[in-house]
C-alpha cells in the first residue's frame, strides 16, 4: 500500500481507471 503514495496520484488514477473498465466489462458480459 506504501507503493500508492510514493508514487502519488497517477497510479491512483490508474487503479481507479482499471477497476472501472473491469466492471463495464463484467457489466457488458452479462
Do not use: D, Q, S
Amino acid at each position: 500500500m506504501n507503493r500508492i503514495g510514493i508514487l502519488g496520484p497517477g497510479r491512483v488514477a490508474t487503479v481507479l481507471a482499471t477497476g472501472l473498465v473491469a466492471a463495464g466489462h463484467e457489466v457488458g458480459a452479462r
